[in-house]
Nanobody
Framework: QVQLVESGGGLVQPGGSLRLSCAAS????????MSWYRQAPGKERALVAL???????NYPDSVKGRFTISRDNAKNTVYLQMNSLKPEDTGVYYC?????????WGQGTQVTVSS
């Protein structure tokens, strides 16, 4: 049974940091592209970070230099370190695993950036 379980969300002040984790099970984690998506209120889900099976990272300009994605294949876990958080970073953050014709989603974790 495939599972992606996110954790680490919460309320943080602007300028603060959070580290999200996504624990995976039920598939060969090391073979999959792992990503984090954000869904802000009233908006579509959007990619915020991606790491390939080989470790190549990609970010949209909106988070580049502030967010860092990493993976630990020994622990079947992907992380998202978020620094210098802004109110516009608020949303539900979802973990995604992708390989050709196969994709899985977690249930999401809420991140709220507010003073």
């Amino acid at each position: 049974q495939v599972q992606l379980v996110e954790s680490g969300g919460g309320l943080v002040q602007p300028g603060g940091s959070l580290r999200l984790s996504c624990a995976a099970s039920g598939f060969t984690f090391s073979n999959y592209v792992m990503s984090w998506y954000r869904q802000a209120p009233g908006k579509e889900r959007a990619l915020v970070a991606l790491i390939s099976a080989g470790g190549t990272r990609n970010y949209p300009d909106s988070v580049k230099g502030r967010f860092t994605i990493s993976r630990d294949n020994a622990k079947n876990t992907v992380y998202l370190q978020m620094n210098s958080l802004k109110p516009e970073d608020t949303g539900v953050y979802y973990c995604n695993a992708y390989q050709f014709k196969s994709t899985f989603w977690g249930q999401g974790t809420q991140v709220t950036v507010s003073s």
